[in-house]
C-alpha cells in the first residue's frame, strides 16, 4: 500500500469511528424519547426491529451468508453464539435501565472501565502479562471503584454490569471467525423469542400495533438503525486502522454520555463521583499514551526490516 493509500485508508478509518462512537455516544437523547415505556418493551422492540432489518439485509446478500453459515459446522462456536447472545442482552437492558432511570453518569462510568476489564481478561484467561502501567491503571480502577463504594454507600453495579458484560463479548467475539454483522443476526435471531414475550407482557395480542402511535413506531423502528449503523461502522473502522490507534476513539463514547447526564439531564456529579473519574481518566491517559509509544515502536521496526 503507497502513503497516499495509506493515509486515505487512515482518514476514512477514522472518520467511520468517530461515527460509530459518536452515535453510541447520544443514544441517551434517543432512549429518553421513549420514557413512557418500560425497559423491558424497549429492549424487545430494539431486538426484534434489528433481527428484521439484519435478516432483509441477509435475504439480499445469500452468498455472505452461505459462506458464514460453515463456520458454525463446530458446536464450540454455536455455545460461544448464545453466550454472546446472553452478554449483549443483558449490556443492552443494563444500558436501557440506566437511562430510563437517570443514571446515565453510572452508565458512561461502565464503558470508560471498559478498558480496564478488558486487562482483567488478558490477565485471567490469556496469560497476559502486564506492563507497570497497565498494573498502575487496574490499581487506579479499583481505587476509582472503593471511592465510589465509600462515598455513596453502594456498589456501582450498574458500571460494573456494562463493564464487565461488553468486556466478555468482545472476548467472545474475539473467538469467533464470524463476521460482525452475521454474528449480531444470529444473536438478534436467537433474542427473538424472548423479545416477542417482553414486547406480549406489556402489549398482549395485537396491542403493540394498536395501542402505539405512528411516531412510536417510527421511533422504535429507528431503535434498529440506531443499534446496526455503529456497528457496522466500528467493523469498517477495525479493518480500516490499527487496533491501538481505534483505542484512542473508544472514550468518545462514554464522554458525550457524561456529557448528557449532567448539562442535559442534569444528574448528580458530586465530589466522589468527580475524583472517581478523575482517576479513570488518569490510568485511561497512561493506557493511551502507552499503547502510542508502542505503535511507535512497531512502526520504526517494520520501516528498517
Not at 432489518?53 to 454455536?78: H, T
Not at 463479548?169 to 469467533?176: A, D, I, T
Not at 449480531?184 to 403493540?208: D, S
Not at 446496526?228 to 473508544?250: C, E, K, M, W
Request: net charge positive; glycine share 6%.
Amino acid at each position: 500500500m503507497t502513503e497516499t493509500a495509506a493515509a486515505r485508508s487512515s482518514f476514512a478509518g477514522s472518520i467511520y469511528a468517530i461515527i460509530a462512537y459518536v452515535s453510541w455516544g447520544i443514544t441517551p437523547i434517543f432512549w429518553k424519547q421513549l420514557l413512557r415505556f418500560p425497559a423491558e418493551a424497549m429492549l424487545g422492540f430494539r431486538v426484534a426491529w434489528s433481527c428484521g432489518i439484519l435478516v432483509a439485509l441477509g435475504l439480499l446478500y445469500r452468498a455472505f451468508v452461505r459462506g458464514q453459515l460453515q463456520f458454525l459446522r463446530d458446536r464450540k462456536r454455536l455455545v460461544l453464539i448464545v453466550v454472546a447472545t446472553l452478554l449483549i442482552s443483558i449490556n443492552w437492558f443494563t444500558y436501557i435501565w440506566a437511562v430510563t432511570q437517570s443514571r446515565i453518569v453510572e452508565a458512561s462510568l461502565g464503558y470508560y472501565l471498559n478498558p480496564l476489564g478488558n486487562i482483567m481478561i488478558g490477565i485471567f484467561f490469556f496469560k497476559e502479562r502486564l506492563s507497570i502501567v497497565r498494573w498502575m491503571a487496574f490499581a487506579l480502577a479499583l481505587l476509582a471503584v472503593a471511592i465510589l463504594v465509600l462515598g455513596h454507600g453502594e456498589v456501582p453495579w450498574i458500571s460494573l454490569i456494562l463493564a464487565g458484560s461488553f468486556a466478555f463479548y468482545g472476548m467472545v467475539k474475539k473467538l469467533l471467525p464470524l463476521h460482525a454483522a452475521f454474528s449480531l443476526g444470529l444473536e438478534t435471531v436467537l433474542m427473538l423469542p424472548i423479545a416477542f414475550f417482553l414486547i406480549h407482557r406489556h402489549y398482549p395480542g395485537t396491542h403493540f400495533y394498536t395501542d402505539l402511535s405512528a411516531g412510536e413506531h417510527a421511533l422504535f423502528f429507528l431503535s434498529g438503525i440506531i443499534t446496526l449503523i455503529p456497528l457496522f461502522a466500528f467493523g469498517i473502522a477495525a479493518r480500516l486502522l490499527p487496533y491501538s490507534t481505534l483505542g484512542f476513539f473508544q472514550y468518545i463514547a462514554p464522554t458525550l454520555q457524561l456529557l448528557c447526564a449532567v448539562v442535559l439531564y442534569n444528574e448528580p456529579f458530586d465530589s466522589h463521583r468527580m475524583l472517581s473519574f478523575g482517576l479513570i481518566w488518569i490510568s485511561l491517559l497512561g493506557l493511551s499514551v502507552e499503547q502510542l509509544l508502542l505503535y511507535r515502536q512497531k512502526r520504526r521496526k517494520a520501516a528498517l526490516l
